[in-house]
């Protein structure tokens, strides 16, 4: 089982992106991670610990709807753990968080310079038909926040894609923001995060948005196809 006391960390909030009260929520989201359990969690305090890799995420990464030990950070912390490598996952996912939230927290997550930090935001930014040029640009300050804060700190990004009901336009320019950011920053890419579970009735919970405990193992093996070259 995966260490739940000291890798399971930030909140499980009801979903906020879906709904018309989104964007409230989602910066109260944001301001109950900062006051949780990631400050005090011995993954991110103890000297003794293993090296740190943060997932900062939304509710994808949090694992809404799913017991926390099914999320796909959890799989892959197991992945890690049957592959003989020492390191502690943190799940740093917020439900509801936009990339602009992202941005809020990334110093706070930062305390504890981690190994490796996986970004994977947008998807809120995207359900609400936010424009792609800012959430290119928050990424941006993300990356830039650990290069300043925590330059051994090595990071992968997750690639998202937009609902289509948004226009094709808009679902091109999103599409190009995650291989551009990767490129211009030479940072690991995973290119599509959902990829194989998006659309699949049968890898995903009722909504149809967030994956099920199935589903949740294929976005480990989508994360673990390049995280594991990373580590090794």
Known sequence: MVRTGRTIVGLVLLLAACRDEAAGRAGKAGEAGKAGAVGDSPALSATSAPPAIVFLGTSLTAGL???????????????IDSAGLKYTVVNAGVSGESSAGAVRRIDWILRQRPAVLIIETGANDGLRGQDPDSLQANIQRVIDQVRRHSPTTRIILAGMEALPNLGAEYTRHFRRIYPALAAANHIQLIPFLLDGVAGVDSLNQQDGIHPNEA????VADNVW???RADLK
């Open 65 to 79: 709807g799913l017991d926390p030990d099914n999320a796909f950070p959890a799989v892959v912390q197991r992945k």
């Open 225 to 227: 196809r390049v995280l």
């Open 215 to 218: 589903g949740a193992r294929v």
